[in-house]
Nanobody, 114 residues
Framework: QVQLVESGGGLVQAGGSLRLSCAAS????????MAWYRQAPGKERESVAT???????NYADSVKGRFTISRDNAKNTVYLQMDSLKPEDTAVYYC????????WGQGTQVTVSS
């Protein structure tokens, strides 16, 4: 049973930090490209960061230099360290494989106040 469980969201002031976690119950996790996505109210879901099985990362321009994606293959977990948060980062954050093809988890709400 494929399962993606996101956690770590919350309310933070602009300039603050949060660390999100995603526990992924998927086969061959260690070789899959994983990604963090977010969806703000009234907007489409967008990819913000990806990481390959070998650790190569890529970021959306809007978060580059502020967010860091990482993974622990022994724990089947992917992380998103978010620093220098801005109000426009407010969204529900989800993880998935790089193609976004798995069933979505419940996500974790991140709210950044100005």
């Amino acid at each position: 049973q494929v399962q993606l469980v996101e956690s770590g969201g919350g309310l933070v002031q602009a300039g603050g930090s949060l660390r999100l976690s995603c526990a992924a119950s998927i086969r061959f996790f260690s070789i899959k490209t994983m990604a963090w996505y977010r969806q703000a109210p009234g907007k489409e879901r967008e990819s913000v960061a990806t990481i390959t099985g070998s650790g190569t990362t890529n970021y959306a321009d809007s978060v580059k230099g502020r967010f860091t994606i990482s993974r622990d293959n022994a724990k089947n977990t992917v992380y998103l360290q978010m620093d220098s948060l801005k109000p426009e980062d407010t969204a529900v954050y989800y993880c998935n494989v790089g193609s976004g093809s798995l069933n979505w988890g419940q996500g974790t709400q991140v709210t950044v106040s100005s």
